[in-house]
């Protein structure tokens, strides 16, 4: 294993270092210190590990095609950017946008999430991205989302807190969202519904957990205290005759 | 070579703000090393700071901080200054040589006192006649700006990036106990001095990350009352909002925070029957005051710091607090560069402020706080 200080380092020069050892063979690399740069694992394909002490920047493994990457820290905004396949655990809370656009791989946070989580995220064929988020997330999580998996589980909540913020699932129209906690209508958008889990759902279900509880040395019965939730959207084109009815 | 606008590029403002609640002063170093990781946010086209504290052999003056065009224009101004007010000092303000620094007009700063019998003779108090004078400068006389204009407070900006700007200003050798900077990113706005962020009127400061999209409407509002946006940059309504819902209109602060960003309608129609006959007499009275757009917005004054986001936060923004510490930035990287283990840490909901006072300050209110601001800013 490598390892690289980047304290004080410009997000080009660590980046650079980053993809030269990887290009070079090394399977895993442990950045310490880092501290606000930017793009750190964009794009990357290769099947390297990196570990991250402290707080990366903004677009961490943006577009990244197949890495995994695991962060002892919060992370900031636009993590999984377009991001195509791969790994990324955060032992923290993520910030707004986390999975934006996001067509493969896997996140799981920890904690809480921002505004904005998977917004757009979508799926297609083996293509299957997931987010599973170990608190709470803010407003507009899932808005627009095409296809893919997000899950919440609510972990450590207060009694008072809401599980997801306000206009959840708005504009949805593929995908499935899975929320372990109570939801109130008008927190939803108007294109989502609740319904209950199948065999299949509990079965998928059961894989991510699985992981979130090894990444993050959880106990699974903590987590099967409480019924989930599933949500989907009424229609695949909720504005299909927005522009071109007739 | 391209010129910006021909070229794309990618980032967006910055904002940072350090708040001691004791009062204690603390160097500007921290809020310069702070905004400085953001780097990439800002695009050299203005930095700046503002600083409150650092005055204290004059805490009875209001501090105006000037660009000048040329002399002539300052003596001009200096001939005013004599006929308004009572002048403690005048000085240029000690600035380093630097080679990112280029085209800097003649920055000044005089402590001042308006003359009693000019106040009797328009009939109006101290702050008012400041507010006036401030509005009448920077809209009628060319080749000058009043940039600053609070008491034991200052402003320092400029064309350049955040870090650079204060350097520039030598703002290690001054001691504050509220520190905010901005990195600015314009773009529907020229990059000039005067432009740059913050935007103050007294002591009322604001830095800005995002646009203002209801400015036409805001300054319609207040030049009603007197204010004249000539600054050519939307946050400049947010100061002067401000300025005239708390310092005229004597508005508590949870009450200016719902006017600016007021709660959607239908959320409104969600609320119990007393919430909702307030919320909606803010809405029907202030309307014109309800700024709309992207924002995530630091505003400073005397007694604290103020942080606010529009209602569905399309700008970022971290709090976290530490003994007495409030730290609030658009990344949390640029508070952990200040603060190594921060007590709390917590991302502000969009149209929740996070509301810093000074435990010396005397509110108008006690402002609405939710459990978890309560915990943090308190403990």
């Keep these: 294993m490598q390892t690289i200080d980047a304290s004080g380092m410009l997000y080009r020069d660590l980046n650079e270092l980053v993809r030269d050892s990887i290009s070079r063979g090394v399977k895993e690399i442990c950045l310490i210190n880092v501290n606000g740069q930017r793009y750190i694992g ?28 695991e962060v002892h820290g919060n992370v900031q905004d636009g993590t999984a950017n377009t991001m195509n396949g791969g790994t990324i655990i955060i032992h923290g809370d993520a910030r707004d946008a986390l999975g934006y656009s996001m067509r493969g791989g896997e996140v799981y946070v920890r904690g809480d999430v921002g505004y904005r989580v998977g917004i757009h995220m979508k799926g297609y064929q083996d293509m299957n991205p ?24 609510g972990l450590g909540l207060a009694p008072d807190e809401d599980i997801v913020g306000n206009y959840c699932g708005t504009g949805m129209h593929g995908g499935v969202i899975y929320l372990r906690g109570e939801v109130a209508p008008e927190q939803l958008g108007k294109e989502v519904k609740v319904v ?31 019924p989930f939730r599933k949500l989907i959207p009424y229609n695949k084109r909720p504005y299909g005759n927005m522009y071109a009815g007739w | 070579m391209l ?94 040589k630097s080679n990112s620094i280029k085209d800097a007009p003649l920055i000044w700063r005089y402590f001042v006192r308006p003359k009693h019998r000019v106040l009797v003779k328009q009939e109006v108090d101290e702050e008012e006649f400041v507010v006036r004078f401030v509005m009448r400068v920077n809209s009628e006389i060319d080749g000058a700006y009043i940039f600053s204009s609070g008491k034991n407070m200052g402003a320092f900006k400029g064309v350049g990036y955040p870090e650079d700007i204060g350097e520039f200003y030598r703002l290690e050798e001054y001691s504050g106990y509220i520190w905010t900077a901005h990195g600015r990113f314009p773009t529907n706005t020229p990059g000039w001095w005067g432009g740059a962020h913050p935007f103050t009127l007294l002591d009322c400061s604001v830095v800005h990350n995002g646009e203002i999209s209801s400015y036409d409407a805001n300054r319609r509002q207040l030049e009603m009352y007197g204010y004249k946006c000539v600054l050519q940059t939307d946050t400049e309504v947010v100061a002067y909002i401000f300025d005239y819902l708390m310092r005229k209109q004597g508005l508590p602060l949870d009450v ?80 952990r560069q200040v603060c190594s283990k921060p007590e709390h840490m917590w991302m502000p909901r969009g149209g929740e402020p996070v509301i810093g006072l000074l435990e010396t300050s005397q509110p108008t209110c006690v402002p609405v706080r939710t459990e978890q601001e309560k915990i943090a800013i308190n403990s």
Excluded at chain 1, 43 to 51: N, P, Q, R, V
């Design chain 1, 42 to 69: 964009d794009g990357l394909a290769k099947d390297a590990s990196t570990i991250i002490e402290g707080t990366p920047g903004n677009d961490l493994a943006a577009f990244m095609e197949g890495a995994r990457i």
């Design chain 1, 130 to 153: 997931a987010i599973v988020v170990g608190g709470k997330a803010g407003d507009f999580f899932a808005e627009y989302m095409a296809g893919g998996i997000m899950i919440v589980l």
């Design chain 1, 196 to 226: 209950s889990l199948t065999k299949e759902d509990t079965r998928i279900l059961d894989e991510y957990l699985h992981n979130y509880c090894r990444y993050f040395g959880v106990e699974r019965e903590e987590i099967d205290k409480k």
């Design chain 2, 3 to 96: 010129r910006e606008g021909q070229i794309r590029i990618p980032s967006g403002c910055a904002i940072s703000g350090i708040m001691n609640k004791k009062g204690r002063v603390f160097g500007g170093g921290d809020i310069i090393n702070s905004i400085a990781v953001m780097h990439d946010r800002s695009n050299g086209l203005g930095g700046g700071f503002a600083a409150y504290g650092i005055y204290p052999e004059f805490k009875e003056e209001y501090a105006f901080h000037f660009f000048f065009d040329h002399t002539a224009i300052k003596n001009e101004i200096e001939a005013l200054l004599k006929k308004n007010f009572i002048i403690a000092s005048g000085e240029a303000i000690p600035v380093r």
């Design chain 2, 256 to 335: 200016i925070v719902k006017a600016m960003a007021s709660p959607f309608w239908h959320e409104i129609d969600r609320m119990n029957k007393k919430e909702k006959e307030i919320l909606r007499a803010i809405r029907v009275v202030y309307g014109g005051f309800l700024v709309n757009g992207p924002f995530s917005i630091l505003i400073g004054t005397n007694q604290g710091m103020i942080a606010l986001n529009d209602r569905i936060k399309l700008r970022p923004s971290i709090a976290a607090t530490k003994g007495d510490y409030l730290y609030v930035a658009s990344e949390e990287a640029a508070i």
